[in-house]
T-cell receptor, first 116, second 114 residues
Framework: SAVISQKPSRDICQRGTSLTIQCQVD?????MFWYRQQPGQSLTLIAT?????????ESGFVIDKFPISRPNLTFSTLTVSNMSPEDSSIYLC?????????????FGAGSRLTVL | GENVEQHPSTLSVQEGDSAVIKCTYS??????FPWYKQELGKRPQLIID?????GEKKDQRIAVTLNKTAKHFSLHITETQPEDSAVYFC?????????????FGQGTILTVHP
């Protein structure tokens, strides 16, 4: 499976600020996704990061709040904008495929955001 | 869209016993069903998966069964060990435009007592 580097691993943020999370993959992958995991909860898909075009957002998530970039097949960023305490979550980058070619979903280590 | 229900939410067993976690899904076009294990503070890790062209798959102490007609699938862990203690998530991949996207169940906290 792919090796995914995600940063920051954790951060404490002030209400109203924005934070950008970076995801770097060790090989070119077609599918990259961003998930959110609220404390003690399951994983919820935020959006699919599309290379060279706008991300595809799931119901309940909008571009103004979670802008996503995907400039190439190995890198993506997720920004959490105008944060509030309700945005305190773990944000996980994930990819399908990767260096071994296996068609499975692999997760990064996650970015744990705490908003005060 | 796809909806995945997972039961039970918590499961406590004695070491050596078996554990079974069940999931149902709503999208009849779904054809890929992975299971993830998440240890405290760690990322979810794939432990086993099954595709719709088979009814059962086994990997050592772990097995998954799939009933496409009833739209449910289950994870079976035999001879449980304390290191099996974790949160387990089932997921389903939708068909059509949802290809590649996983919908996760709510999770099961498995505790294996020595």
């Amino acid at each position: 499976s792919a090796v995914i580097s995600q940063k920051p691993s954790r951060d404490i943020c002030q209400r109203g600020t924005s934070l950008t999370i970076q995801c770097q993959v060790d090989s070119q992958v077609t599918m990259m996704f961003w998930y959110r995991q609220q404390p003690g909860q399951s994983l919820t898909l935020i959006a699919t990061a599309n290379q060279g075009s706008e991300a595809t957002y799931e119901s309940g998530f909008v571009i103004d709040k979670f802008p996503i970039s995907r400039p190439n097949l190995t890198f993506s960023t997720l920004t959490v904008s105008n944060m509030s305490p309700e945005d305190s979550s773990i944000y996980l980058c994930s990819v399908r495929g990767g260096s071994t070619g296996a068609n499975v979903l692999t997760f990064g280590a996650g970015s744990r955001l705490t908003v005060l | 869209g796809e909806n995945v229900e997972q039961h039970p939410s918590t499961l406590s067993v004695q070491e050596g016993d078996s554990a079974v976690i069940k999931c149902t899904y709503s999208d009849s076009a779904s054809n890929y069903f992975p299971w993830y294990k998440q240890e405290l503070g760690k990322r979810p890790q794939l432990i086993i998966d099954i595709r719709s062209n088979v009814g059962e798959k086994k990997d050592q102490r772990i097995a998954v069964t799939l009933n496409k007609t009833a739209k449910h699938f289950s994870l079976h862990i035999t001879e449980t060990q304390p290191e099996d203690s974790a949160v387990y998530f089932c997921a389903a991949e939708g068909g059509g435009t949802s290809y590649g996207k996983l919908t996760f169940g709510q999770g099961t906290i498995l505790t294996v007592h020595p």
